[in-house]
């Protein structure tokens, strides 16, 4: 976009302007000694170049003595000031008329998409490859990168504190220890990590914590026995996605317990965004 108007002066004497009307409008100069002080307004947020002819609009010619709100992108506002330093440009000498040309390229701010940061809730259950169900929740915090905290148990605590360890076949040492027809499929997990956003729907998780996958056998005298081959007790890593849509929350996470027990996880919920 193109404005100009016309200065008439004596170089360091006058200063009369004449000016049509543009983004660039409100145009004020005067003359300061040997400098030439321009104010403008600007409608828009634009890149904003100055011109000069001295041949009654002929040739233009860049002012290359400027300095201020000229020649760069300018936001959109009042009383900007371009300095022209007129006489290092024309020397002394009497210019009865000064075209001055305004060229304009509207610049339109971009937009920056804020992220939002969002709480989640999930209600989970579990199922291991030994059969060991559990039930819990999960709840975290996420922008662009995040945490979460999970808790999830099978609500049988036989294997939590066992009186012993047997290998897979029962044996304790080289004991058989009399067995009742009851056992305990016991599944503790608390865990904690980190979920990263790829998009607005879909999330990375991965966690580390504690786990507790048991199968125990019951002893007559009422001793719980916990069977190793089939048991796997100490750390939980777990890495799995999570799905948002308007708030609506579907989690699918894959948990193993020292690279022995492996479990698949799934939980519903929903998300709100904090403000």
Request: with cysteine; net charge positive; glycine share 10%.
């Amino acid at each position: 976009m193109r404005k100009s108007f016309i200065l008439t002066m004596c170089l360091f004497v006058g200063l009369q302007i004449a000016v049509a009307q543009e983004h660039v409008t409100n145009i004020r100069a005067r003359q300061e000694d040997r400098t030439v002080i321009i104010k403008y307004d600007l409608k828009v947020r634009s890149e904003v170049k100055m011109l000069i002819s001295l041949d009654d609009g002929q040739h233009y010619t860049d002012t290359m003595k400027v300095s201020g709100m000229v020649n760069k992108i300018v936001p959109a506002g009042k009383n900007k000031v371009i300095r022209w330093q007129a006489y290092k440009d024309l020397g002394y000498g009497d210019y009865p008329e000064i075209r001055f040309k305004f060229i304009t390229e509207e610049k339109q701010q971009l937009k920056i998409k804020r992220i939002p940061n969002i709480t989640f809730v999930t209600l989970n259950g579990a199922y291991t490859n030994t059969q060991n169900p559990s039930v819990g929740f999960t709840i975290g915090q996420v922008e662009k990168y995040g945490w979460f905290a999970s808790v999830m148990s099978g609500f049988h605590f036989g294997g939590l504190f066992p009186a012993a360890t047997s290998d897979e076949n029962g044996f304790v040492g080289e004991d058989l220890p009399f067995y009742k027809d009851e056992y305990a499929h016991t599944a503790l997990s608390i865990m904690g990590g980190g979920v990263m956003r790829l998009n607005d729907a879909m999330y990375l998780k991965a966690g580390l914590g504690f786990g507790n996958r048991s199968l125990s056998w019951n002893t007559l005298d009422d001793r719980w026995v916990r069977n190793g081959g089939y048991s796997a007790v100490g750390v939980d890593v777990s890495a799995g996605m999570m799905f948002n849509f308007k708030g609506f929350v579907l989690s699918l996470d894959a948990v193993t317990t020292n690279l022995k027990i492996f479990e698949g996880k799934i939980g519903l919920g929903y998300s709100f965004e904090n403000r």
